[in-house]
């Protein structure tokens, strides 16, 4: 069975300081591609990053960056000296079951909400 | 360049009701997918389209249909609303099917059935 598990179900932390969001995934696909989704206060979601599962190199991009380790099937998020503007819902998704035409559908954990301090 | 557009942002329903909730794209994506958000469950996946006038099921169709007429507009119609369809629903689309195309979201559907 295909799962996403974020354990940390809330994270409040004070401005400046770094956090990291976790995510492990289950899956028997030896394919697969890993998302970081980002819901702030009003309510869209953002894509941030997506990853694939040939490709275990850490990702910068800022103050966020991602490490994705295959052995311990986990793909987590960091945000180096956080800000207010960062607190939202963070989930994390994995690409599923193929669907008719070999489309797929996300499988979502639950997310993290992260609320920073000033 | 909006994206995904949803309409309505708000909707209060009555037991029994029924309701059209409207996704437009202007990416010109083959793909839509209709997801809706419940608390501590991340979001499930409702219904799907693979192209103009194609639809499928995904892991939560019961009391909800879509339609696709148009590349563009995914809808997705509740005959007769229940309290349980209280939900925040997102709509998404891809350019491909591939499994690397991220999706991109609309900005959601607040929807309360009293």
């Known amino acids: 069975a295909q799962k996403v598990t974020q354990a940390q179900t809330e994270i409040s932390v004070v401005e400046k300081e770094d956090v990291t969001l976790d995510c492990v995934y289950e899956t028997r696909d030896t394919t697969y591609y890993l998302f970081w989704y980002k819901q702030p206060p009003s309510g869209e979601l953002v894509f941030l990053i997506r990853r694939n599962s040939f490709d275990e190199q850490n990702e910068i991009s800022g103050r966020y960056s991602w490490n994705f380790q295959k052995s311990t099937s986990s793909f987590n998020f960091t945000i180096t000296a956080s800000q207010v503007v960062d607190s939202a819902v963070y989930f994390c998704?994995?690409?599923?079951?193929?669907?008719?035409?070999?489309?797929?559908?996300?499988?979502f954990g639950s997310g993290t909400r992260l609320l920073v301090r000033p | 360049n909006a994206g995904v557009t949803q309409t309505p942002k708000f909707r209060v329903l009555k037991t029994g009701q029924s309701m059209t909730l409207l996704c437009a794209q202007d990416?010109?994506?083959?793909?839509m997918y209709w997801y809706r958000q419940d608390p501590g469950m991340g979001l499930r996946l409702i219904h799907y389209?693979?192209?103009?006038?194609?639809?499928a099921k995904g892991e939560v169709p019961d009391g909800y249909n879509v339609s696709r007429l148009k590349k563009q507009n995914f809808l997705l119609g509740l005959e007769s609303a229940a309290p349980s369809q209280t939900s925040v629903y997102f709509c998404?689309?891809?350019?491909?099917?591939?499994?690397?195309?991220?999706?991109?979201f609309g900005p959601g559907t607040r929807l309360t059935v009293t």
């Open positions: 990416m010109n994506h083959e793909y």
């Open positions: 998404a689309s891809s350019y491909s099917r591939l499994v690397g195309y991220e999706q991109y």
């Open positions: 389209s693979v192209g103009e006038g194609t639809t």
């Open positions: 998704a994995l690409s599923g079951v193929p669907l008719m035409d070999s489309s797929y559908k996300l499988i």
